[in-house]
């Protein structure tokens, strides 16, 4: 069969497929890009589809150049700036849709398929979950489907061919690519940073407290941190995860006091079996890192050095805008600052002047007990025996709040329990001051992560007893013990979706209730935190362990042995294959040709079996009943090779036995 | 500079490359150590692009983007591969190179057999001098394509074909792999014919003229209004169809005479050698498109007088070759 040879020719439907590739590329954008550069891209690529399906000439850089200069001022004046990230990739999407009315050459192809990789890449400053990779996927395949249609040089399969290919060539690589992603050396960035990209605005704790300010966080299903149990996991009541210390009242504010200076003996005593565990800190702005209380020695944060304060608040240097992950270690049982004094008392027990009349009269009256503890217990039994209420909305609060929350509303949340508990307290003449944090926890069972959300965010209370030290009082856990027993859910119902009562059963990720609901939400989020823990923040820690974990693994004689045998395997398969590539016929006559060659008749390149079995049967070399069964051999073989074909099924086994004739 | 390190590079590694410079003769495989590979501009621009993929992960910690950055290095990797697969293990055979005459294009069949089940695509070849290769051939399984390379003649004589390069670009273009064929085949150039040449020598001796008769046979000349049909030479005329450009002839007699002898010593010495056989390739060819019997001289070699494919392909071929080594 001759094939025609063809002229280089390209394809209208390469174009409309680069068109949707770059669609598909673009469509992520469109969630954060400013709605006339979405539309503008939008037009630009209908009008060059318009002109490849009609046939047009494309537009004189004449036309086009008015439109980018103008795009461009108007990135400049929506962001502000032409640099930064989000700038950035304004840019380059408008960069994109314009280059597809200005391609020509074959380069300009590379060229808008390499900057579409490029698109894809910044798509993940937006979103790297599980969704945005199986579209980085499809638009990978797509891509790849693209530059091959510009391949061809001939007849053009279908487009369903052409992504067999893209697709086949995508499931090789995908095992390399593992690979890579595993073993290729990671290192810590950034190796720079634009202005203006300190990442996005994340709830998280404040440095400050004032009522309402916490229950707000307590809506968001936010995870905070996620953190894995190297020992047994304490119980939820015991789980504190210490974040800022607030102590500077001033009337409606708790917030951090002015001076933090350090440079003193932190004084921890610490008793019992320590917890081990490692905590995955989601993205935020600030720079607090968490850990149980107490923990015994500074955790080690990769990447970031770490400062901890004399109220034992550990903070990072830098803000921890990405992912990190460390070890930590705690005792639950410690003597903090357990000594006869404490140096700075009074700074612990600053009120503000003019506030809260009443509550300071109260606190003042406790003084007339004589020990500490009887005025702690005092006030945690006024919270137990009064109808306090623990609620999600607490009412709206004037000008003296904690007067008004202890005796009108009676209802509030741990801030204003805290908060109340920490002024009476200090009205008392004992040290006190609010530490604010997470507490609880919920523990995976699929993958044993406990995930610590933004709704377990809590405000407890800290006083100084002398010869105890500071100790932990959580006034809420008086109030509403399921709090702290087993989390916000269980204390306190959520307001309904809309705020309509009546749908509050209809949302099926509602509560921590039904068991099949809890099932579901435990696997989605083993799977993301999965995601999270071995994608996202494959960290060279990370990296470092596991290819430990595979050394020791591999490296032993069972993996050398699976090794062999597979090679082998694949030895004998290919060996096969090739066999039956071979009629059977065919391959007895080679290896006839190559015994009567051993046997000095080698036959001769251009010589059909015949002309060999007429010089075979001249040959003085072989016997002469090798050489009657070669001839016959010959005979056979050319019959069947040549003649019409003829049905025997005997002639394998006659070509056999004439062949073991022939020594 | 670049040419001189290009040259340097080819002279160094013609010693290591496969029979470089050698005659591939009969069927070649191209196996492994054929192939060659590198990848194009394309290929660096992606290499470029995988650089700055990498720089934005890291610098940006983007988990994905790392995913990402190895999947199109992967991508890469597998497109080299497949790069090479397309050209890999073809077989390459000569096909015919007809014969031609000086000055026209000399033609080079080359049969390129895919045996694998492998589907190639966009199989480029030509010299490999060409700036740009002429020839694009899809190749499915089990099936051969045949490029015709056309090669420009200039003398007479054996011509054989420059080295042949077969390159791929396909499936994505980021890699060429190519491999160099030098066929062990070679055309046979005639002597261009002379244009303005003198008329046939015929009538022997030097008188070249004479007068029409109706004793012999003197070959074809055009019909003229006027010529009787039985003058009509028909066997000639079937054998030129007119509606490819034949035309009505009509047998020519003349009175007796001499047979006509095309002998190269009676040309005239002023004229130097390709001249001469330059002469006689033209009054080959006009003998031949009036069916005349002619005699061929040609120093030692004489041929008896005759007409037809046989006779013609001898005479033009000694003319080819004469003072040249005939290597077989």
Request: charged share 20%; hydrophobic share 45%.
């Amino acid at each position: 069969m001759k094939i025609p040879t063809t002229a280089l020719t390209r394809d209208k439907a390469d174009t409309l497929l680069l068109l949707a590739s770059a669609v598909l590329v673009l469509a992520p954008h469109t969630t954060h890009l400013p709605l006339w550069v979405s539309l503008l891209c939008g037009a630009t690529l209908a009008w060059r589809a318009a002109i490849t399906l009609r046939g047009k000439r494309m537009p004189p850089a004449l036309v086009l150049l008015p439109v980018a200069v103008a795009a461009m001022a108007g990135v400049q004046f929506s962001y502000e700036t032409v640099l930064g990230k989000d700038a950035g990739v304004a840019m380059l999407v408008l960069l994109v849709a314009f280059k597809m009315l200005e391609m020509h050459a074959r380069r300009d192809l590379f060229v808008v398929i390499f900057l579409c990789f490029f698109l894809v890449l910044t798509n993940f400053f937006y979103a790297q979950g599980i969704v945005s990779a199986l579209l980085t996927v499809a638009s990978v395949l797509l891509l790849l489907a693209t530059q091959l249609s510009f391949q061809f040089t001939g007849a053009v399969p279908p487009l369903r061919t052409r992504l067999a290919m893209a697709g086949r060539m995508l499931a090789f690589a995908a095992p390399i690519a593992i690979v890579l992603f595993v073993v290729f050396p990671r290192i810590h960035g950034p190796l720079w940073t634009l202005p203006g990209e300190a990442g996005g605005a994340r709830s998280g704790l404040s440095d400050t407290m004032a009522p309402g300010q916490m229950s707000n966080l307590a809506l968001s299903d936010e995870p905070a941190f996620r953190v894995r149990f190297f020992t047994p996991p304490p119980a939820q009541a015991r789980l504190y995860w210490r974040g800022p210390v607030l102590d500077f009242f001033d009337g409606l504010t708790w917030s951090r006091g002015a001076s933090q200076a350090s440079g003193r003996d932190l004084q921890l005593l610490v008793g019992g079996d320590p917890v081990d565990y490692e905590v995955t800190l989601e993205p935020s702005q600030s720079r607090w890192v968490f850990a149980l209380e107490m923990p015994g020695e500074l955790p080690v944060v990769p990447g970031h050095a770490l400062r901890i304060s004399p109220q034992f608040e550990l903070t990072a240097i830098d803000a921890l805008n990405s992912r990190v992950r460390y070890r930590a270690s705690s005792h639950l049982q410690f003597a903090f600052q357990g000594g006869p004094t404490l140096d700075d008392a009074g700074r612990w027990l600053l009120l503000p002047y003019g506030f809260n009349p009443r509550a300071l009269a109260a606190g003042r009256a406790l003084r007339r007990l004589a020990d500490p503890a009887q005025r702690v217990d005092a006030v945690l039994r006024q919270f137990r025996e009064q109808p306090f209420q623990y609620t999600l909305s607490p009412p709206r609060l004037g000008r003296h709040t904690v007067d008004e929350f202890l005796y009108g509303t009676r209802s509030g949340f741990c801030e204003h329990y805290a908060g109340a508990f920490v002024f009476l307290m200090r009205a008392a003449g004992i040290p006190a001051r609010v530490v604010t944090g997470y507490q609880g926890g919920e523990i995976n069972p699929l993958d044993g992560f406990m995930t610590v959300r933004q709704s377990d965010a809590h405000a407890w209370a800290e006083v100084w007893i002398a010869g105890i030290g500071w100790q932990r009082v959580d006034p809420t856990a008086a109030v509403a013990p399921e709090r702290v027993r087993r989390g916000l859910d269980a204390s306190v119902p959520r307001p309904p979706p809309f705020g309509i009562e009546a749908l509050r059963g209809m949302d099926p990720f509602q509560g921590r209730g039904h068991a099949w609901t809890v099932q579901l939400r435990h696997a989605a989020n083993a799977v993301n935190n999965g995601w999270n823990q071995w994608v996202l923040n494959y960290t060279p820690e990370r990296q470092r362990d596991l290819v430990r974990e595979l050394q020791r693994k591999l490296f032993g004689w069972p993996f050398v042995a699976l090794l062999t045998s597979v090679v082998m395997a694949l030895l004998v398969l290919r060996f096969l294959r090739r066999r039956g590539e071979i009629h059977p016929v065919d391959a007895l006559y080679s290896t006839l040709c190559k015994r009567l060659g051993q046997l000095g008749l080698a036959r001769a390149q251009d010589e059909g079996p015949s002309a060999y079995a007429a010089r075979v049967a001249g040959a003085a070399e072989l016997a002469p009943q090798s050489r009657a069964a070669a001839q016959e051999f010959l005979r056979r073989y050319s019959a069947w090779r040549y003649a019409p074909p003829t049905a025997d099924p005997r002639l394998t086994a006659t070509l056999k036995s004439l062949l073991s004739q022939v020594r | 500079m670049a040419d001189g390190l290009r040259g340097r590079l080819r002279r160094a590694t013609g010693a290591w490359l496969p029979r470089a410079g050698t005659l591939d003769a009969g069927e070649v495989v191209l196996r492994q150590r054929r192939v060659f590979i590198l990848p194009t501009r394309a290929g660096l621009g992606f290499a470029l692009l995988l650089a700055v993929l990498l720089i934005g992960s890291i610098n940006y910690a983007l988990g994905l983007g790392f995913g990402l950055t190895f999947l199109a290095l992967s991508c890469a990797l597998v497109d080299m591969v497949a790069t090479y697969r397309n050209l890999a293990h073809l077989a390459l055979q000569q096909g015919r190179a007809a014969t031609v005459f000086a000055g026209q294009e000399a033609q080079f069949e080359l049969l390129v057999f895919n045996r694998t089940r492998l589907a190639r695509y966009a199989i480029r070849a030509d010299f490999a001098d060409a700036p740009e290769p002429r020839h694009v051939a899809d190749i499915p399984p089990g099936v051969h394509a045949v490029l015709t390379l056309s090669a420009p003649t200039e003398g007479r004589g054996w011509l054989a074909p420059a080295r042949v390069k077969l390159s791929t670009r396909f499936p994505l273009g980021l890699f060429n792999a190519w491999s160099y064929w030098r066929p062990a085949t070679r055309a046979l150039v005639y002597p261009r014919p002379e244009d303005g040449a003198p008329p046939l020598p015929l009538g022997g001796g030097g008188s070249s003229l004479r007068a029409a008769g109706h004793d012999d046979f003197a070959g074809v000349r055009n019909y003229q209004a006027g010529d009787s049909p039985r003058q009509l030479a028909w066997r000639q005329i079937a054998r030129l169809d007119p509606s490819i450009g034949g035309a009505l002839v009509s047998k020519h007699f003349e009175g007796g005479g001499d047979e006509l002898v095309l002998d190269f010593d009676a040309l005239p010495r002023t004229l130097d050698l390709e001249q001469r056989l330059s002469r006689m390739t033209r009054w080959v060819l006009d003998a031949e498109g009036r069916a005349l019997p002619y005699a061929f001289r040609l120093g030692a070699l004489r041929l008896d007088a005759a007409f037809g494919a046989a006779h013609q392909a001898a005479c033009l071929r000694a003319l080819a070759l004469y003072g040249i080594e005939d290597g077989a």
